[in-house]
T-cell receptor
Framework: KAGVTQTPRYLIKTRGQQVTLSCSPISGHRSVSWYQQTPGQGLQFLFEYFSETQRNKGNFPGRFSGRQFSNSRSEMNVSTLELGDSALYLC????????????FGPGTRLTVT | KQEVTQIPAALSVPEGENLVLNCSFTDSAIYNLQWFRQDPGKGLTSLLLIQSSQREQTSGRLNASLDKSSGRSTLYIAASQPGDSATYLCAVRKVDFGNEKLTFGTGTRLTIIP
């Protein structure tokens, strides 16, 4: 079974631009969660989507948004980029039933200059 | 608000030794606890998941325990190998302010010395 895939793997953007990251979950998984990882703040939960609906949300500003498609693929968008948005963005998929074990993708490294 | 602490932040041990990594959490009302490893610049690899009703889980040389009443979990690694070098993260799943989510610890960076 293929794992979680994320595209692109690396991105360089300029302050003020916007960016869209993509995540394809493990086949059969309907839950996708997004996380931001930085050296200073560690891993922080952004939001979770299940069946095309946002089910849970972390403490991030409205510049961070997401969506999920009918095939469970998810996208995350960050508008008006700031230098502090430079981070590794990880997505995780889960069956959301049973153990609710999270399986992570390799991440997208975003650098904002 | 759930807080998760991992001490020490870094640990170096000679190859072949057994070792224990610690994870503490402040709110015992958790759904489950998951241990991950992360290699530099990479994503997270799930190692073990313990449900709130369980006391421990084992996979190969790894054994994780959970004591909800004291807010602690340990990850035991037997017969350590250089390939075990990585950052180990624990995460607890619970509801915080109406949102169900994973809260991560800051990790323990493990180095196995050949």
């Amino acid at each position: 079974k293929a794992g979680v895939t994320q595209t692109p793997r690396y991105l360089i953007k300029t302050r003020g631009q916007q960016v869209t990251l993509s995540c394809s979950p493990i086949s059969g998984h309907r839950s996708v969660s997004w996380y931001q990882q930085t050296p200073g703040q560690g891993l922080q939960f952004l939001f979770e989507y299940f069946s095309e609906t946002q089910r849970n949300k972390g403490n991030f500003p409205g510049r961070f948004s997401g969506r999920q498609f009918s095939n469970s693929r998810s996208e995350m968008n960050v508008s008006t980029l700031e230098l502090g948005d430079s981070a590794l963005y990880l997505c995780a998929s889960s069956s959301r039933g049973g153990t609710y074990e999270q399986y992570f993708g390799p991440g997208t490294r975003l650098t904002v200059t | 608000k759930q807080e998760v602490t991992q001490i020490p932040a870094a640990l170096s041990v000679p190859e072949g030794e057994n070792l224990v990594l610690n994870c503490s959490f402040t709110d015992s009302a958790i759904y489950n606890l998951q241990w991950f490893r992360q290699d530099p610049g990479k994503g997270l690899t799930s190692l073990l998941l313990i449900q709130s009703s369980q006391r421990e889980q084992t996979s190969g040389r790894l054994n994780a325990s959970l004591d909800k009443s004291s807010g602690r979990s340990t990850l035991y690694i037997a017969a350590s190998q250089p390939g075990d070098s990585a950052t180990y993260l624990c995460a607890v799943r619970k509801v915080d302010f109406g949102n169900e989510k994973l809260t991560f610890g800051t990790g323990t960076r493990l180095t196995i010395i050949p």
